[in-house]
């Protein structure tokens, strides 16, 4: 899969606009997780997030951590409680992110989450523990079991899965706009590329740019020949074509794009650079309620051709939302490698969101195309145009 460098700090926009995405979205979501409780005699979830799989986390309370990370606990009946890995004077700046009430600020979360389950009673409950991105600092989570050695404890990493597989339509919104401001952020990056300039010094006015327009965080990967992660290290000059990837969380939720970007006097890499976005076209033709997963690698198998295995490795689709890579996966591989549960669906439905990519090497240069999508019932929409 192809991996982006995350931030320690997310130092982006950090907002919620809760006319986009109200209270009584969050209320909808958390009845249905109720009832998975209820479905396996849980007496109530203990969610762990952190700045770098916070998914699970944000579903339920629309809070992502800045740094570190929190846990959520949510009762079978009864307010769900936040700890955060935060001071105490950062509480108030968190409540303005979340609509739950109960925020508590935590430099120990297994101690004081041991605390907060006895505080409701439940020394000797039966309690699942997700933590879907393995985030949870170990002697954290050890110190929270020791300390309730009556617990019962049941693994749901998997449990929001089903849940998050198909957007709805406040996601779909957050996810446009999400697309819409890549998109513009594509169009600046354009402008910064010039022959002789440094590579980090674009890398840095393409993340000024996206901060400067909103975006909560941003991945870049750039070069001619392999992707890079941001480095001052970034030194060589561009020459005659540069690939990059951007993926831009905004509102929670994540977008992606590939491009590459071909100057005057390059004669062959163009055709290299049409043939990729062809293949990814004829991929989004493949996304259509009930169309199957498989579909889409066997569409980029044909068009790929010889260069498939290289393309396989940088991972040519996934599902896309508050993850960067989430189910729907085309094969089991790709979801270990990021650490999901399962593949999700092996089918298509509407309103799920996939994100698309081909890249490969042609005469030792990387050519790098992608895309975000929505499956709509007439096939493909981009959420970035």
């Known amino acids: 899969m192809i991996f982006g460098r995350h931030s320690v700090l997310k130092r982006g926009c950090?907002?919620?606009?809760?006319?986009?995405?109200?209270?009584?979205?969050?209320?909808?979501?958390?009845?249905?997780?109720?009832?998975?409780?209820?479905?396996?005699?849980?007496?109530?979830?203990?969610?762990?997030?952190?700045?770098?799989?916070?998914?699970?986390?944000?579903?339920?309370?629309?809070?992502?951590?800045?740094?570190?990370?929190?846990?959520?606990f949510v009762p079978r009946d009864g307010a769900i409680s936040m700890l955060l890995n935060i001071g105490s004077r950062d509480v108030p700046f968190a409540k303005t992110l979340t609509w739950v009430d109960d925020v508590r600020a935590s430099n120990q979360l297994g101690s004081d989450g041991a605390k907060l389950l006895k505080e409701k009673g439940l020394e000797k409950a039966r309690i699942g523990l997700m933590d879907s991105g393995q985030g949870f600092p170990l002697p954290q989570l050890e110190e929270m079991k020791i300390s309730l050695p009556e617990v019962s404890w049941e693994n749901c990493d998997a449990l929001l899965e089903p849940l998050r597989l198909v957007k709805t339509a406040q996601?779909?919104?957050?996810?446009?706009?999400?697309?819409?401001?890549?998109?513009?952020?594509?169009?600046?990056?354009?402008?910064?590329?010039?022959?002789?300039?440094?590579?980090?010094?674009?890398?840095?006015?393409?993340?000024?740019?996206?901060?400067?327009?909103?975006?909560?965080?941003?991945?870049?990967?750039?070069?001619?020949?392999?992707?890079?992660?941001?480095s001052f290290k970034q030194s060589a000059n561009v020459g005659s074509h540069w690939a990059i990837y951007l993926a831009i969380q905004h509102e929670r939720y994540w977008a992606e794009a590939g491009r590459t970007f071909v100057f005057a006097g390059e004669t062959k890499t163009p055709g290299a650079y049409r043939k990729a976005q062809e293949i990814v076209a004829a991929m989004a033709n493949q996304l259509k309620p009930k169309g199957a997963m498989t579909a889409l690698d066997e569409t980029?198998?044909?068009?790929?051709?010889?260069?498939?295995?290289?393309?396989?490795?940088?991972?040519?689709?996934?599902?896309?939302?508050?993850?960067?890579?989430?189910?729907?996966?085309?094969?089991?591989?790709?979801?270990?490698?990021?650490?999901?549960?399962?593949?999700?669906?092996?089918?298509?439905?509407?309103?799920?969101?996939?994100?698309?990519?081909?890249?490969?090497?042609?005469?030792?240069?990387?050519?790098?195309?992608?895309?975000?999508?929505?499956?709509?019932?007439?096939?493909a929409k981009s959420l970035v145009g």
């Open 300 to 379: 980029a198998r044909r068009g790929l051709g010889e260069f498939y295995g290289i393309a396989s490795m940088y991972g040519l689709a996934n599902g896309i939302g508050l993850n960067q890579w989430e189910a729907p996966f085309l094969c089991e591989s790709d979801a270990r490698e990021v650490g999901a549960a399962s593949v999700g669906a092996s089918a298509l439905d509407e309103n799920m969101t996939i994100a698309l990519r081909v890249v490969f090497e042609s005469e030792g240069k990387l050519i790098l195309y992608g895309d975000s999508f929505e499956v709509t019932p007439s096939g």
């Open 171 to 230: 996601e779909l919104t957050a996810m446009c706009q999400a697309g819409h401001l890549l998109r513009d952020i594509c169009a600046g990056t354009e402008k910064f590329i010039r022959p002789g300039r440094k590579e980090f010094e674009i890398v840095a006015d393409i993340d000024r740019l996206a901060r400067d327009k909103g975006a909560e965080d941003i991945r870049i990967l750039a070069g001619e020949k392999r992707l890079n992660p941001p």
């Open 14 to 72: 950090s907002t919620w606009d809760a006319m986009q995405v109200p209270p009584e979205v969050f209320q909808g979501r958390l009845n249905a997780v109720r009832k998975q409780i209820a479905r396996r005699n849980l007496d109530g979830l203990v969610i762990y997030g952190d700045n770098y799989s916070f998914a699970d986390l944000c579903y339920l309370t629309n809070y992502f951590p800045k740094v570190r990370g929190g846990i959520a």
